[in-house]
C-alpha cells in the first residue's frame, strides 16, 4: 500500500524540475527523498538557498497535489540547505536553516535585549523562529518574552519549546536549578547545551537564535565546535572598554570559524525628551567606526530607550507591543539586511 502511495507521489513530483540540477524530482534525484508512514508522508527537498522562492512554490503545489491521494493523513515538506544537510558531523543537530549566535565582550551591553527583538522581527517578516537561551550565568529569554510555565517533556523524552509571540523558547534556566550555584566545568556546560540541541522538539526551523552568556568561554566554544552555527552576531556599546572586550569575542569566533556577520552598536545614543537632542553617552559611533576599521560588516545601532527597558522588564518586547515604532524599524532593518546577507 504504502509502495504505491510512494509511486503516486513520484508521478506528482517528477512533473517539476529541480532547479539546482535541472533534473526531475524523481526517484533517481538524489536531491528528493520520500517516506510515508501510517498514511504520513515526509518528503525532503535538498536546496540551493538562493532559489528559495522557486522551491516553496514547488513544495508548496506538490502538498497540495499529495494531499488528494487517497489514504494519506499529511504530507510534510522539510526544505533542507547544504547547511543543514551538512550537519551530520556536527554534534549538536538541529533542523534550522540558520544559527545566529548573539555575543558581546562585556556583559550588560544588551545581547538578551537584542536576541528577543531580532527573534520577533524575522518572526514578522515571516520566518520560523526559535530562541535559544544559551547563557549559563544568568538566563533571562524566558522572563523578557513573558513566559512563566516549565517546558514539559514528551513521549518522544524531548522537552517541547514554550510558544510566545510566535517564538519558540528553550532557555538553559529550565534545566538548571537556579540555587544551585553556576560553576559550570567545560564538559557539564556542553552536557546542557548539547541537550538544549538534541534534547529539545524544536521541529523545523528557519532561524534559531542563540544569547550567549558574555564573554569568552565554554558555552561559546562548545556551541562553535558542535554546531553548525550560520554565524555570530557581536553587540557592543561604542565606549573603548566595551570596544576592547568585544574585539576579544570577534578573535575568539575567528579562530574557530565562526563567521563574524556583523556587529551592532547598542546604547548608540539618547534622545531627551526635552531638548529632542541626540546625547552621546557612551562616545560618538565607537563600535561604527571598530567594524570600519577591522572590516567587518556593521548592522545598525540601537539608541539608549526607556520604553524598550521597561517592555523588556514587563515581558512584552518592543517589537511586539509596537511594532510601526521608530525602535522596531531599527530591529527590522537589521532583521532584513541579515537575512539578504544570509541568502546571498
Ligand atoms: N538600547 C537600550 N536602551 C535601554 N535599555 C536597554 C537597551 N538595551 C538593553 N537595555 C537594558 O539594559 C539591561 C541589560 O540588557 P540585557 O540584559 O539585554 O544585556 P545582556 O548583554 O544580555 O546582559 P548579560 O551580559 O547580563 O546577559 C536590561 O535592563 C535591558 O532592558
Ligand atoms: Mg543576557
Known sequence: MSDEILSLIYDFSRKYKDPKTNLLFEP????IFAFIKEGNVNISLQINND???????ISKSLKEEITKIKGILSVNIAITSEITANQHNKKF????QNIIAIASGKGGVGKSTFSVNLAIALNLIGFKVGILDADIYGPSIPKMIGLNKKPIMNNNKKLVPIENYGLKCMSIGFILDPESPTIWRGPMVMKALEQM????EWGNLDYLIIDLPPGTGDAQLSLAQNSKISGSIIISTPQEVALTDARKGIS??????????????NMSYFICENCKEKHFI??????KNHAEKFNIPFLG????NK??????????PICIEDPKGEISQIYLKIAKNLNMNLNK
Do not use: T
Open 252 to 265: 575568539m569566533f575567528e579562530k574557530v570559524n565562526v563567521k563574524i556577520l556583523g556587529i551592532v552598536e
Open 93 to 96: 543537530k538541529i533542523d534550522a
Open 197 to 200: 540541541f538534541n534534547g529539545v
Open 51 to 57: 532559489q528559495y522562492h522557486l522551491y516553496k512554490e
Open 28 to 31: 533517481a534525484n538524489k536531491n
Open 307 to 316: 520604553k524598550l527597558r521597561e517592555q523588556s522588564d514587563i515581558g512584552i
Open 282 to 287: 557612551f562616545s560618538k559611533d565607537g563600535a
Open 301 to 304: 545601532q540601537i539608541p539608549i
